[in-house]
């Protein structure tokens, strides 16, 4: 798993690639907080999952975890460029029901 972040304004995007699992969603989870922590004028995280080619539960968990932060700072998150397979798990999961969601032409939310 890799991970780059980018920051915006009040907006952090989060660009993910490889595959999110079990074993690197303590790192992940971590990684994003610290980040947030430290740009807490951001209300905005963007998970952009372009290179993501697999993700399980624990994947789900981490994005739901932070859609709670952000809830609560009264902020937003949204998921874009989801490949088909997990695009597919994030609808039948209902996180696309709780976070926004959007396709290759709305890559910057």
């Avoid at 915006?8 to 490889?18: D, E, H």
């Avoid at 009264?74 to 999961?93: D, F």
């Amino acid at each position: 798993m890799e991970i780059a972040f980018e920051v915006k304004g009040r907006s952090l995007t989060v660009k993910l690639r490889g595959e999110i699992d079990q074993h690197c969603a303590r790192e992940l989870r971590s990684a994003i907080d610290g980040r947030l922590h430290e740009n807490r004028e951001v209300k905005r995280l963007v998970f952009d999952l372009e290179r993501v080619s697999f993700m399980d539960s624990s994947g789900i968990g981490v994005i739901l975890g932070r859609y709670r932060l952000m809830r609560d700072r009264g902020g937003e998150t949204a998921i874009v460029n989801a490949q088909k397979n997990v695009e597919k798990l994030l609808r039948l999961s209902g996180v696309y029901g709780l976070t926004e969601s959007a396709g290759r032409s709305r890559a910057n939310g």
